[in-house]
């Protein structure tokens, strides 16, 4: 009996089968398998194109009073029963002064500032420290460390200085109203300029009650201009503290807002309830940056 195998040429190639038909079973646990591997690579590939890419860290203009080095991991803190700071001495809070308190918060000593009947606004230059209607003077906004610009948006009495987003946190002066938040685009720039008012920005370090971080991870003196309900104040470390290690302590004085003043050696002064002169940082050698701002608050009111 001759076989199909006998027909084949010497130029011929024939594939040889044992079987003719593949098994269904065996046909189906191949799509399967298939299918299965197919699936798992668009899920390994849906997974790695929705994995968000964390955009570079711009590192700010160089400052001419400290130094920035990289971020720390964020931070929370629940609140609670929320006291005023102030000790409502009644014969104190009509005064126009500055209470000041010590606290210590998160093992770091804090020194607080509370203005009662005083008035705030922004200065440019020299202060004259033998002004006896001045009772709080600290250095506000950052100034570059290449051509001594002002940093960030800036408005003195009216009129704009310095425009810019370098820093998000804010402190407006309207019409004796101070008010300290976090924002890009803040309508309080426009309306400072319209109404005689004063504005500058500054590093945010507390927003809404939560911590903001923010790119300097040294250790320096802290200084703050804080709203804590119908409070404003300003708060100073005592030690040398890192950016979150303050903001933190902030948090858990249950500040809502708090936008950062010059800290390190940067000179200011204020004159207490009992008229005691109380000093910080280092007073500059010599002529001053000429854009040198100071956050002022006054117990005979702004000109």
């Given at each position: 009996?001759?076989?199909?195998?006998?027909?084949?040429?010497?130029?011929?190639?024939?594939?040889?089968?044992?079987?003719?038909?593949?098994?269904?079973?065996v046909?189906?646990?191949?799509?399967?398998?298939?299918l299965?591997?197919l699936?798992?690579?668009?899920?390994?590939?849906?997974?790695?194109?929705?994995?968000p890419?964390?955009?570079?860290?711009?590192?700010?203009?160089?400052?001419?009073?400290?130094?920035?080095?990289?971020?720390?991991?964020?931070s929370?803190?629940?609140?609670?029963?929320?006291?005023?700071?102030?000790?409502?001495?009644?014969d104190?809070?009509e005064?126009?002064?500055?209470e000041?308190l010590?606290?210590?918060?998160?093992d770091?000593?804090?020194q607080l500032?509370?203005?009662?009947?005083a008035?705030?606004?922004l200065?440019?230059?020299p202060?004259?420290?033998?002004?006896?209607?001045i009772?709080?003077?600290?250095?506000?906004?950052?100034?570059?460390?290449?051509?001594?610009?002002i940093?960030?948006?800036?408005?003195?009495a009216g009129?704009p200085?310095?425009w810019?987003?370098?820093?998000?946190?804010?402190?407006?002066?309207?019409?004796?109203?101070?008010?300290?938040?976090?924002?890009?685009?803040?309508?309080?720039?426009?309306?400072?300029?319209?109404?005689?008012?004063?504005?500058?920005r500054?590093?945010?370090l507390?927003?809404?009650?939560?911590?903001?971080?923010?790119?300097?991870?040294?250790?320096?003196?802290?200084?703050?201009?804080?709203?804590r309900?119908?409070?404003?104040?300003?708060?100073?470390?005592?030690?040398?503290?890192?950016?979150?290690?303050?903001?933190?302590?902030?948090v858990d004085?249950?500040?809502?807002?708090?936008?950062?003043?010059?800290?390190?050696?940067?000179?200011g002064?204020?004159?207490?309830?009992?008229?005691?002169k109380?000093?910080?940082?280092?007073?500059?050698?010599?002529?001053?940056?000429?854009?040198?701002?100071?956050?002022?608050?006054?117990?005979?009111?702004?000109?």
């Open positions: 009996m001759k076989t199909n195998y006998d027909n084949i040429g010497d130029d011929e190639i024939r594939i040889i089968s044992g079987n003719s038909k593949t098994n269904p079973k046909r189906l646990r191949n799509i399967g398998i298939f299965g591997l699936l798992v690579c668009a899920l390994l590939l849906w997974l790695f194109l929705r994995k890419v964390k955009p570079p860290v711009e590192s700010p203009p160089e400052s001419y009073f400290e130094t920035w080095e990289q971020p720390e991991s964020s929370d803190n629940s609140t609670s029963v929320i006291k005023p700071l102030s000790h409502l001495d009644k104190l809070v005064k126009n002064t500055i000041v010590d606290t210590i918060i998160n770091i000593p804090l500032f509370i203005p009662h009947r008035k705030a606004c200065h440019l230059g202060v004259n420290p033998n002004d006896t209607s009772a709080y003077a600290a250095q506000a906004a950052d100034i570059r460390a290449d051509n001594g610009k940093l960030g948006a800036f408005v003195l009129k200085l310095a810019g987003l370098s820093k998000k946190g804010f402190c407006a002066i309207i019409e004796d109203k101070v008010t300290v938040g976090v924002s890009e685009n803040s309508p309080l720039f426009e309306e400072a300029t319209e109404k005689g008012g004063y504005f500058f500054q590093y945010p507390v927003n809404n009650g939560k911590l903001v971080e923010n790119e300097p991870k040294n250790k320096s003196y802290r200084r703050a201009i804080c709203q309900q119908d409070e404003t104040f300003m708060a100073h470390s005592l030690s040398q503290e890192s950016f979150h290690d303050f903001a933190q302590a902030l004085l249950h500040v809502d807002n708090a936008v950062y003043l010059i800290g390190s050696t940067a000179y002064w204020c004159i207490d309830a009992s008229r005691q109380i000093e910080w940082g280092e007073p500059i050698k010599g002529r001053i940056p000429q854009n040198t701002s100071y956050l002022i608050w006054k117990i005979e009111g702004c000109d």
